[in-house]
């Protein structure tokens, strides 16, 4: 037991420590510059890097379900223009088969599009994310279990529910999958009276000043990083800093086994690694 402590601890402050100077997270972008920049690029935002025989496509995409947007034509044709090797993606690994495209962008968004075209090509797709329950520890560290809980339900399912996933079932319903799948299961110390839609509907209403209303309002900006001043958009921008750190790890890997390596994240993940990638193709292998 010991042992595994002493691994864990090792672990954390390879991944809050060294990571930065290793892996380029200090020449990123701050997400206040990237949420700046958000409205002068296209998308899908698209980075090409070649360094010999080696070479990266990086896309940045605005997460969507909806199988008619215009970014996940793109996608699919940058896919089958590049032919990758092996392809990144956000939100965990998906194991499961689709029948067509339009199955695969209603369950998983353009991550479940891109395991439709890996698969149909007989292409590689691996989690470019960092594990839950790794991001959890280092969180925890630094922040409090009620105002990270707060933050994560926002950012990762009602902001998502409200602009059309995991549609089908009742919120509530909804909310206790969740609860248990995303964070009990991870290790993520959920209270009892957290555990359903009406317990965290006090939270909100305990930390915010009034009620949890359902729909796109201005209340979603106290959680968006690009926001400077205030304190959910803040540990925000620490949740993607260490996503970021573990995604630049992976790219890294990849690419010492692989010519041909093809991310596609969501867009301010993009924006905010662009420069890390330049250095990294430049100084390739590292």
């Not at 279990?145 to 926002?154: E, G, N, R, T, V």
């Not at 630049?248 to 690419?255: D, P, Q, R, T, Y």
């Amino acid at each position: 037991m010991k042992l595994q402590l002493w691994i864990f601890s090792l672990v954390i402050l390879c991944v809050v420590a060294c990571t930065p100077k290793k892996h380029f997270i200090k020449y990123s972008r701050d997400y206040v510059e990237v949420g700046k920049l958000f409205s002068s690029v296209q998308l899908p935002y698209t980075l090409k890097f070649n360094n010999e025989n080696k070479r990266l496509l990086a896309i940045g995409i605005a997460h969507t379900y909806n199988s008619n947007d215009p970014q996940l034509s793109v996608l699919k044709e940058l896919f089958q223009e590049f032919s990758p090797d092996v392809t990144l993606n956000e939100g965990g690994q998906i194991t499961k088969e689709f029948k067509d495209e339009k199955e695969a962008v209603a369950s998983s968004g353009e991550a479940g599009l891109l395991k439709y075209l890996s698969d149909l090509n007989n292409k590689k797709l691996l989690n470019g994310d960092v594990q839950d329950s790794l991001e959890y520890k280092i969180m925890l560290n630094k922040h409090s279990k009620d105002d990270l809980l707060l933050y994560y339900i926002m950012e990762r399912l009602i902001v998502p529910y409200l602009n059309g996933a995991h549609q089908g079932k009742s919120f509530e319903d909804l909310y206790e999958l969740v609860i248990q799948k995303w964070f009990i299961d991870e290790g993520f110390p959920v209270d009892e009276d957290l555990r359903t839609f009406s317990g965290y509907q006090k939270l909100y209403r305990t930390k915010i000043g009034h009620d949890l209303e359902m729909t796109i309002n201005p209340d979603i900006e106290l959680f968006d990083y690009v926001n400077p001043d205030c304190k959910y958009c803040a540990i925000g921008r620490a949740s993607k800093i260490v996503r970021d750190s573990v995604l630049l790890e992976k790219i890294n890997a990849e690419l010492k086994i692989h010519d041909k390596v093809m991310v596609v994240f969501g867009h301010g993940h993009i924006l905010a690694i662009e420069p890390a990638l330049k250095i990294m193709m430049e100084k390739f292998p590292n």
